[in-house]
């Protein structure tokens, strides 16, 4: 399927001769040179990116980095001095104002910063609007609006005028406004930067949750890398009007595009926005069944180690072998591992959290193997390295570093072995 | 030393000159517009006076204190009806009403010729460009000069009073509706758009309920600088309070020209009280944020 939402190539002049801007920002000028020589603002520089339907996009930047501008584009209350906007296969630059107008009242709602509520209407009155401006009969439409305000956890409060609600339920109403029109996608401009800590997180919440029932598709902004991370399915960090970088909250903490975004990421609690698969690498060995102890043995010895991965030919793990078992068996005259092997290992799938890996970590004599839904070794979590991707010292990934044996010299004598 | 001060350095231009022939001009080539118009204003004073005049005093009494009871309370309703008893008293009643239908009328014209004016200018930065100097212009210039200008164009009477009044108390109206609709929460403005709706939805369900303090606030001052106009009227033969004004004035009557400025200001409290009311109360219903 096509994407949901496209930017190609969004740039926004804000002056008096944005045609002369755009010509020196075609010759390779920067805002910086456009903004002295000429006296444009070049507030965004060439974005594009693309959302899949129902994905959480988050747009993040600090202020200044032309975010909302970005985000005004999609719907053109800010109208775009270059580049193209597709919702679906709609050109958003080819509507006129009727197609656009209809565009706005069935397909995108926004959710504002500062709420954006109309002081002089009701709860309920205002989170009809988009439904009255759609020319919905008033009584269905106020059932509809009643629904948003239940599905927002405002019941009861339709009567009242939004001063006499908290900052936090104001927004609330802002969200339920925006989603009463079953607009398939929501633009939210900051939405909770406005609020309390605690209740930002609360909504964080509720979006969170909502988001995982209807599933919309969302364009996010926000200047707070923690609220991208926690909410994004992938972010856009923006700077000076021009994209850093595209990826996942964990692509992006573990592989940042530049100075800039490893700084910005520097505060960010990696233990619960890295998963598995990045601290993970491949298992320096594994043996099958029909090894026979006494190589596993030997091998064992040699990496200082007192466990390895058993795997069948398909990849699944069968089990670990132990040079405590594996030494008995011998003495028993055992001829091959298979029979030999114990079940003491923890296996999480790749998208565990490294908070939750930590707990794990400690208690057993091989490395937490990642696996996949049949059971098949995709990679290993070794202390070590799961310690250092948590302090953001292991910042390569992937299997390729598995020969550099990055956690060896920390391995001590309790160390569990690197299977 | 002195004379160099007042010498006259520029060279002569003969503005009045210019003036006056702009106004010969007019009055040959737009008279079709002047006469329709004065019986049109004529006719509009007319009926309010009729209205006002023409039901027992105790009536309109009454009817007074109940629109000041509504507006402001009980309170101001007492002042409302202890006041216009003493303007029956001094026997100025009638000439009040008078008075007040030339203010009515001129407010009224004010406002609806200033409110979409205001709307326009709030609307195209071109139009404010162009209504902004007008209004400064139309504001400062003396009263009196288009009281001059309207007795040329409309003869003497109650219409050059309506038509002064209302050229010199529009620009409040105008500027306020700008203003308030320029005001209004940006984000609230672009929250009605990103929801699809019409420039006119945009306008009448979100600008100008929101800048409705702002248009009140200049309604009233509109209706103080017309009633400020009643006396000026007065000079090109509007009768009503104007005209017991200027005759005390011209016989050195100072009991007589006191009792009109009596009445004129307890018009003036009445007017703005009731107006500043309902702007307040208006705004006060719809919960401002």
Same mark, same amino acid.
């Given at each position: 399927?096509?994407?949901?939402?496209?930017?190609?190539?969004?740039?926004?002049?804000?002056?008096?001769?944005?045609?002369?801007?755009?010509?020196?920002?075609?010759?390779?000028?920067?805002?910086?040179?456009?903004?002295?020589?000429?006296?444009?603002?070049?507030?965004?520089?060439?974005?594009?990116?693309?959302?899949?339907?129902?994905?959480?996009?988050?747009?993040?930047?600090?202020?200044?980095?032309?975010?909302?501008?970005?985000?005004?584009?999609?719907?053109?209350?800010?109208?775009?001095?270059?580049?193209?906007?597709?919702?679906?296969?709609?050109?958003?630059?080819?509507?006129?104002?009727?197609?656009?107008?209809?565009?706005?009242?069935?397909?995108?709602?926004?959710?504002?910063?500062?709420?954006?509520?109309?002081?002089?209407?009701?709860?309920?009155?205002?989170?009809?609007?988009?439904?009255?401006?759609?020319?919905?009969?008033?009584?269905?439409?106020?059932?509809?609006?009643?629904?948003?305000?239940?599905?927002?956890?405002?019941?009861?409060?339709?009567?009242?005028?939004?001063?006499?609600?908290?900052?936090?339920?104001?927004?609330?109403?802002?969200?339920?406004?925006?989603?009463?029109?079953?607009?398939?996608?929501?633009?939210?401009?900051?939405?909770?930067?406005?609020?309390?800590?605690?209740?930002?997180?609360?909504?964080?919440?509720?979006?969170?949750?909502?988001?995982?029932?209807?599933?919309?598709?969302?364009?996010?902004?926000?200047?707070?890398?923690?609220?991208?991370?926690?909410?994004?399915?992938?972010?856009?960090?923006?700077?000076?009007?021009?994209?850093?970088?595209?990826?996942?909250?964990?692509?992006?903490?573990?592989?940042?595009?530049?100075?800039?975004?490893?700084?910005?990421?520097?505060?960010?609690?990696?233990?619960?926005?890295?998963?598995?698969?990045?601290?993970?690498?491949?298992?320096?060995?594994?043996?099958?069944?029909?090894?026979?102890?006494?190589?596993?043995?030997?091998?064992?010895?040699?990496?200082?180690?007192?466990?390895?991965?058993?795997?069948?030919?398909?990849?699944?793990?069968?089990?670990?072998?132990?040079?405590?078992?594996?030494?008995?068996?011998?003495?028993?005259?055992?001829?091959?591992?298979?029979?030999?092997?114990?079940?003491?290992?923890?296996?999480?799938?790749?998208?565990?959290?490294?908070?939750?890996?930590?707990?794990?970590?400690?208690?057993?004599?091989?490395?937490?193997?990642?696996?996949?839904?049949?059971?098949?070794?995709?990679?290993?979590?070794?202390?070590?390295?799961?310690?250092?991707?948590?302090?953001?010292?292991?910042?390569?990934?992937?299997?390729?570093?598995?020969?550099?044996?990055?956690?060896?010299?920390?391995?001590?004598?309790?160390?569990?072995?690197?299977? | 030393?002195?004379?160099?001060?007042?010498?006259?350095?520029?060279?002569?231009?003969?503005?009045?000159?210019?003036?006056?022939?702009?106004?010969?001009?007019?009055?040959?080539?737009?008279?079709?517009?002047?006469?329709?118009?004065?019986?049109?204003?004529?006719?509009?004073?007319?009926?309010?006076?009729?209205?006002?005049?023409?039901?027992?005093?105790?009536?309109?009494?009454?009817?007074?204190?109940?629109?000041?009871?509504?507006?402001?309370?009980?309170?101001?309703?007492?002042?409302?009806?202890?006041?216009? !008893?003493?303007?029956?008293?001094? #026997?100025?009643?009638?000439?009040? &009403?008078?008075? @007040?239908?030339? /203010? *009515?009328? =001129?407010? +009224?014209?004010?406002?609806?010729?200033?409110?979409?004016?205001?709307?326009?200018?709030?609307?195209?930065?071109?139009?404010?460009?162009?209504?902004?100097?007008?209004?400064?212009?139309?504001?400062?210039?003396?009263?009196?000069?288009?009281?001059?200008?309207?007795?040329?164009?409309?003869?003497?009477?109650?219409?050059?009073?309506?038509?002064?009044?209302?050229?010199?108390?529009?620009?409040?109206?105008?500027?306020?509706?700008?203003?308030?609709?320029?005001?209004?929460?940006?984000?609230?403005?672009?929250?009605?758009?990103?929801?699809?709706?019409?420039?006119?939805?945009?306008?009448?369900?979100?600008?100008?309920?929101?800048? !409705?303090?702002?248009?009140?606030? #200049?309604?009233?001052?509109?209706? &103080?600088?017309? @009633?400020?106009? /009643? *006396?000026? =009227?007065? +000079?090109?033969?509007?009768?009503?309070?104007?005209?017991?004004?200027?005759?005390?004035?011209?016989?050195?009557?100072?009991?007589?020209?006191?009792?009109?400025?009596?009445?004129?200001?307890?018009?003036?409290?009445?007017?703005?009280?009731?107006?500043?009311?309902?702007?307040?109360?208006?705004?006060?219903?719809?919960?401002?944020?």
């Amino acid at each position: 399927m096509a994407s949901h939402v496209r930017a190609e190539g969004l740039t926004k002049v804000f002056g008096d001769a944005p045609k002369k801007a755009l010509e020196a920002q075609g010759s390779g000028r920067d805002a910086a040179w456009i903004r002295e020589q000429l006296g444009q603002t070049l507030a965004v520089d060439d974005v594009s990116f693309e959302v899949e339907a129902g994905e959480l996009f988050v747009v993040m930047g600090l202020s200044g980095s032309g975010k909302s501008t970005v985000i005004r584009m999609l719907n053109r209350l800010v109208e775009p001095s270059a580049g193209e906007v597709w919702i679906g296969d709609e050109r958003v630059g080819a509507l006129d104002n009727r197609g656009l107008r209809e565009l706005r009242q069935r397909r995108m709602s926004m959710v504002f910063q500062h709420f954006a509520l109309f002081p002089h209407r009701t709860v309920v009155e205002n989170a009809a609007f988009g439904l009255k401006v759609q020319g919905v009969e008033p009584d269905e439409r106020r059932e509809r609006a009643e629904e948003a305000l239940e599905t927002v956890g405002l019941a009861g409060w339709s009567e009242h005028y939004p001063s006499e609600l908290s900052g936090g339920m104001q927004q609330r109403v802002g969200l339920a406004r925006g989603l009463a029109t079953q607009a398939d996608i929501l633009l939210m401009d900051e939405p909770f930067s406005a609020l309390d800590p605690l209740i930002r997180r609360e909504m964080q919440g509720l979006l969170a949750e909502l988001q995982s029932e209807l599933q919309r598709t969302i364009v996010f902004i926000t200047h707070d890398l923690n609220e991208a991370m926690l909410l994004g399915d992938r972010i856009c960090v923006l700077r000076q009007g021009r994209v850093v970088q595209i990826g996942t909250g964990a692509q992006i903490i573990a592989s940042p595009a530049s100075d800039y975004v490893a700084e910005f990421v520097a505060d960010v609690d990696r233990s619960r926005v890295l998963t598995a698969d990045i601290a993970m690498r491949e298992p320096r060995r594994v043996f099958a069944p029909t090894a026979s102890p006494q190589e596993v043995l030997d091998w064992l010895a040699g990496q200082e180690a007192n466990g390895v991965y058993v795997l069948a030919e398909d990849g699944r793990v069968l089990g670990v072998a132990r040079d405590d078992r594996l030494a008995r068996g011998l003495g028993e005259g055992a001829r091959e591992i298979g029979g030999l092997l114990t079940d003491d290992y923890a296996n999480v799938p790749p998208d565990t959290l490294l908070a939750d890996l930590s707990a794990l970590a400690a208690r057993n004599s091989v490395p937490i193997a990642v696996t996949d839904d049949t059971g098949k070794l995709l990679g290993v979590v070794p202390r070590a390295r799961l310690l250092a991707s948590l302090a953001g010292t292991e910042v390569s990934t992937g299997p390729q570093a598995a020969g550099r044996d990055p956690n060896g010299a920390g391995r001590g004598r309790q160390e569990p072995a690197d299977a | 030393m002195p004379e160099l001060l007042a010498q006259q350095i520029a060279p002569d231009l003969d503005v009045a000159g210019w003036a006056s022939d702009a106004v010969d001009w007019l009055l040959d080539n737009l008279a079709f517009i002047f006469g329709p118009l004065r019986t049109i204003v004529s006719a509009l004073v007319g009926w309010v006076e009729t209205l006002l005049v023409g039901p027992p005093v105790v009536v309109i009494l009454l009817a007074f204190t109940a629109i000041a009871y509504f507006a402001v309370g009980w309170a101001f309703a007492l002042f409302t009806l202890a006041a216009f !008893l003493l303007v029956d008293a001094m #026997g100025h009643f009638e000439a009040t &009403m008078v008075s @007040l239908a030339l /203010v *009515v009328v =001129a407010a +009224l014209l004010a406002v609806a010729i200033g409110i979409p004016l205001g709307i326009l200018a709030a609307r195209s930065s071109t139009a404010s460009a162009v209504i902004k100097p007008l209004m400064d212009f139309m504001q400062t210039m003396p009263a009196f000069v288009y009281l001059l200008l309207a007795v040329i164009f409309f003869r003497i009477g109650v219409v050059p009073g309506v038509i002064a009044s209302l050229v010199f108390s529009m620009p409040p109206a105008v500027r306020l509706t700008e203003l308030g609709i320029r005001h209004v929460d940006r984000e609230v403005v672009e929250a009605a758009e990103a929801f699809g709706a019409t420039p006119r939805t945009v306008l009448t369900g979100v600008q100008l309920p929101l800048a !409705l303090p702002s248009i009140m606030a #200049g309604v009233n001052q509109v209706i &103080m600088l017309a @009633l400020s106009m /009643v *006396v000026i =009227a007065g +000079l090109a033969g509007a009768g009503g309070l104007g005209g017991i004004i200027v005759e005390g004035v011209q016989r050195l009557r100072v009991g007589l020209g006191f009792e009109g400025g009596l009445a004129v200001v307890i018009l003036a409290i009445f007017l703005d009280r009731v107006t500043a009311g309902f702007g307040a109360g208006d705004a006060g219903a719809r919960g401002t944020a």
